[in-house]
């Protein structure tokens, strides 16, 4: 990503395809976005455009977006996307 990137509360940068846990529940990070650049995981196309922040889809499918400054949303291992 070009433009200003995201980061966890604990300082690692956000990248598509992140396993983290959100408020207690495991799921990949499946969108990116600055605002004007993003990066999707394949089957997410429909999110293209989407405003600041990420979006992750939990283990069970359910999708949530939030912003990168989300203390809910912790950093556990870099996935791939």
Known sequence: MDA???????GEEIQLG???N???TLATVVVVSDGENYQLASGY???SGAERGVIICDDDGTITSTNETD???VFMDRGTA
């Open 71 to 73: 203390e809910r949303l």
């Open 4 to 10: 200003e990137l995201l980061y966890y509360t604990s």
């Open 18 to 20: 992140d396993r983290v």
């Open 45 to 47: 196309e429909d999110h």
């Open 22 to 24: 959100y408020g207690g």
